[in-house]
């Protein structure tokens, strides 16, 4: 049994094995509606919650418990992490969200990104000179945070799938945040860290004793400014974020200096969540369902359908061939992706030519007996330049299913740790829009993701959900760990769905990214030999980049049993 803080993943039927984590005793019956569905879509017998922080879980299980959907558990569980897990997540960041209906089969997915305001404009993470500024110096700026989405998505999908009063939804954080909750290890490691939010003074007053020192792991913080904020969006709904006061005291902080932002009260009136449905493409005998662009979902449906046209499938995580060409199908799928993904209402991404069969298959044949150079875009040259934007790996991810079947998969993020460092109303800020293109041009060619009024940064979050050739769900997963959110992602669905392993040791494997002409990862983790092979085959794995992800997911069997699993780099 994993410490408390490390294992955080409950459902009805694994309560006994897991008595350390508080959990109900009993789930309500599923609606008799959805019960006598088809059987296709058949209600799973028990519920649970995968998520970053046992509060997180806790509070996501008394949702349910009370007889709330997956919906309104996952508002539950997004809010806590906002207090819990404020370094990666919160209501002043955005999301992406997946949700699978069980009565009907739909996957529906819900994009909560930030907008950069009307004010923005394509230079303005430039200096003086035309350079690029450095990325902390953009981080901590007021022009970092775009309007925040998560809530309002949150709403949206629990106008269509809630079953609960919203204002229900926020009791258990409420009160966590006025009680007082133990500080977990994760959030005092990085209070007390040497990176350039941690320092600032909106992080330190938040996150300290009241002798100014830093927080520790162990000890009890209450935020009751968070409590009120959360009691003004219960009671005035999801809009409420965006709205006065909040909008107005989140506007006054991002126009103070470094660097002045431009939000306005235009910006938050005219913000929607999009709702579309799931971007899905076929790998082995299953169907992935990803979010459609600005998410990287595209990218991750490639990386699979590339390694689909090879033998990875008949190897395994012991085999130095099956590495080498995860590696090197990495590698295409950043190319393409870095070159075509970003915000579809602003700029063409060619969605269907990614995803096209004989490319696919001509992608696939570009993969040699060694690493060649780093692999060029492909398609027809659509006239961009390639954007080379450095993510950070802040963010979460979790997953609800609730007694009737219903499904959520949402990864959820304020950017980089502790967002821009700037915080109100006890929550901090986003640094969404330093995930644009610094530059607008690169090599002469204007960069797909590029800033511009009003768009949505491209994310690298993919929630994920897993169906069967019946339409019935077989998984849902993600993780956070910026630009490496891909590489996990598949790293876990290719030791799932092809290895056949049991999620948690899916989990488990080495984590390996390959992008451009750089291969990082977990290389003491790869079994024997591996190394060394990888090696002559001109792959050298590098080690030491702080590979943390957070891999958060759950499989359910034919029969209706959920079994969970937490990255225990978490």
Known sequence: MRPMYRYAILAASLLAACAPIRAPQTLPAADPAVAATDPVHAAPRTAGVAAANPYAVEAGLEILAAGGSAVDAAVAVQAMLGLVEPQSSGIGGGAFLLHFDAATGKITAFNGREAAPMGATPDMFLDANGEPMSYWDAV??????????????????????????????????????????????????????????????????????????????????????????????????????????????????????????????????????????????????????????PSSGVALLQMLAILDRTDIASRGPADPQAWFLFAMASRLMYADRDQYVADPEFVRVPVEGLLEPAYVRGRAELIGEVAGPAPAAGLPDLGLGPDRTREAAGTSHFVVIDGAGNLVSMTTTVESLFGSGRAIGGFVLNNQLSDFSYRPVVDGKPVANAVAPGKRPRSSMVPVIVLDQAGRPVAALGSPGGSSILAYNAKALVGLLAWRLPLQEAIDLPNVIARGEETFGEAPKLAPGVLEALAARGVVVKPGRGEESGLHGLVIAPDGAVTGAADPRR
């Open 140 to 293: 901590v700026s007021g022009r970092s945070t775009g309007v925040p989405g998560a809530v309002v998505m949150l709403g949206s999908a629990h106008a269509r799938h809630g079953r609960l009063p919203w204002a229900r939804l926020f009791e258990p954080v409420i009160r966590a945040a006025e009680d007082g909750f133990t500080v977990p290890k994760r959030l005092a490691r990085f209070a007390n860290g040497d990176f350039a939010q941690s320092k600032e003074p909106d992080v330190r007053a938040l996150f300290s004793r009241p002798d100014g020192s830093p927080v520790q792991a162990g000890d009890t913080l209450r935020n009751p400014q968070y409590a009120a904020t959360l009691r003004r969006i219960a009671s005035q709904g999801p809009r409420a974020l965006l709205e006065p006061p909040i909008r107005d005291a989140i506007i006054a902080r991002t126009h103070q200096e470094p660097r002045a932002g431009t939000l306005a009260p235009g910006d938050f009136e005219a913000y929607q969540p999009r709702i579309s449905g799931a971007l899905c493409g076929p790998y082995l005998v299953y169907v992935v369902c990803v979010p459609p662009p």
